[in-house]
T-cell receptor, first 109, second 114 residues
Framework: GDSVTQMEGPVTLSEEAFLTINCTYTATGYPSLFWYVQYPGEGLQLLLKATKADDKGSNKGFEATYRKETTSFHLEKGSVQVSDSAVYFCALSGSRLTFGEGTQLTVNP | DTAVSQTPKYLVTQMGNDKSIKCEQNLGHDTMYWYKQDSKKFLKIMFS???????INETVPNRFSPKSPDKAHLNLHINSLELGDSAVYFC?????????????FGNGTRLTVT
């Protein structure tokens, strides 16, 4: 069945550091891929998405490129801020939406 | 102008009790969901309703019973609460299937069973 694997957390960075959170997937067909973010005390919200191979999703300085050849959708940001501290979830839409296990990011000033 | 609202935000109760969580969305979406998030942040879908009809029913104890009086509301009733039910429960909605459009989540209900 479909599955999503994220890099284990937690990840701790200093402000202005470069961020990468790895995400790989297993799916049949051509799923859409998503990153959701969960800020403390809140529900998840969509951060970005990509619907086909080589698409790049971007929002709030975050980017992720749909790589079919490596079945990956890694999340990147060039310079993180304290306000980016949250849990990040990679997800794919196959027969149903499948979430990864989440990666806790803490950014220190 | 809250899009997806859940009540209560916190719920502390004893084992064996019955409790309900309510959810309402004002986005005009036709599909609503219940998710359970455990202490390690793992997210698991429990139920999904489309236009008041149950379309996803995961392997969830039948002590959990969802009810959708109309497409803007999806409530979750839990009978005979157990310690293992302690978690954060999220309601969500989307237009169409979750594969087609992004989910909009409520802020969660933190259930603690003592």
């Amino acid at each position: 069945g479909d599955s999503v694997t994220q890099m284990e957390g937690p990840v701790t960075l200093s402000e202005e550091a470069f961020l990468t959170i790895n995400c790989t997937y297993t799916a049949t067909g051509y799923p859409s891929l998503f990153w959701y973010v969960q800020y403390p005390g809140e529900g998840l919200q969509l951060l970005l998405k990509a619907t086909k191979a080589d698409d790049k999703g971007s929002n709030k300085g975050f980017e992720a490129t749909y790589r079919k050849e490596t079945t990956s959708f890694h999340l990147e940001k060039g310079s993180v801020q304290v306000s980016d501290s949250a849990v990040y979830f990679c997800a794919l839409s196959g027969s149903r939406l499948t979430f990864g296990e989440g990666t806790q990011l803490t950014v220190n000033p | 102008d809250t899009a997806v609202s859940q009540t209560p935000k916190y719920l502390v109760t004893q084992m064996g009790n019955d409790k309900s969580i309510k959810c309402e969305q004002n986005l005009g979406h036709d599909t609503m969901y219940w998710y359970k998030q455990d202490s390690k942040k793992f997210l698991k879908i429990m139920f999904s309703y489309n236009n008041k009809e149950l379309i996803i029913n995961e392997t969830v104890p039948n002590r959990f019973s969802p009810k959708s009086p109309d497409k803007a509301h999806l409530n979750l009733h839990i009978n005979s609460l157990e310690l293992g039910d302690s978690a954060v429960y999220f309601c969500a909605s989307s237009q169409g299937s979750q594969e087609e459009s992004p989910l909009h989540f409520g802020n969660g209900t933190r259930l603690t069973v003592t």
